[in-house]
Structures are given as C-alpha cells and as structure tokens.
C-alpha cells in the first residue's frame, strides 16, 4: 500500500516536497516512480529512483526543477518539486515497480498539486 501526500496550492516559483508512504518490508527492493495526471490529459511518467537511490529518471520538462530521493529506512519516497510552473498542475501519483520489467504494480491515491500563476 503506498500513501501519497503534501500536494497543495502554490504560486509559480514555489516549491513543494511529495512524500509516498510504503508499507510492507519489501519497499527497499522496489523501483519507486511519480507520475502526474493534468486535468483532461493522460498520465504521465515524472520521476523513478532505483533501490538504492543511486539511479534516477526524469521526465525532461521537470528536470533541474524536481527531484527524486528515498530513504529505505522510513519506507518512504520523496519528489521535491522547485520553481513550480502552472503547467505542474496534476494530481501527482507515486508508484513501485516490483519485478524490473519497467511496469509499475502498486500505486497511491494521488494528491494534488495546484500551482497559480
């Protein structure tokens, strides 16, 4: 089970920290992701960190903005979020990839980042 907070309503320039809460004591050997969902639009990928936290992936538009990290021993995921656009608006989902095949099998409830102009 994966619980996602700390989305909310920010103006363009802020920033914010996503936390993903996993339970379970197999987390530390999940690929863990972020995707987003803008209104009207698809899912997207935004972020991955590899078991370790040695690894990371980033959608090209977040790039030097968000940033991907974990700590294994509080099972938790973290997506800082900086210098915020309006176009960052989405419900933001986190995620764990189980077997390496790049399909992600477990997902949060989402929560949502607003970000005004």
């Known amino acids: 089970q994966l619980q996602a907070c700390g989305g909310g309503l920010v103006q363009a320039g802020g920033s914010l920290r996503l936390s993903c809460v996993a339970s379970g004591r197999t987390f530390r050997s999940y690929v863990m992701g972020w995707f987003r969902q803008a209104p009207g639009k698809e899912r997207e990928f935004v972020a991955a960190?590899?078991?370790?936290?040695?690894?990371?992936y980033y959608l090209d538009s977040v790039k030097g903005r968000f940033f991907i990290s974990r700590d294994n021993a509080k099972n938790t995921v973290y997506l800082q979020l900086n210098s915020l656009k309006p176009e960052d608006t989405a419900v933001y989902y986190c995620?764990?990839?189980?077997?390496?095949?790049?399909?992600?099998?477990?997902w949060g409830q989402g929560t949502v980042v607003t970000v005004s102009s």
């Open positions: 960190i590899g078991w370790s936290g040695g690894v990371t």
């Open positions: 995620a764990a990839e189980r077997d390496g095949d790049g399909n992600y099998d477990y």
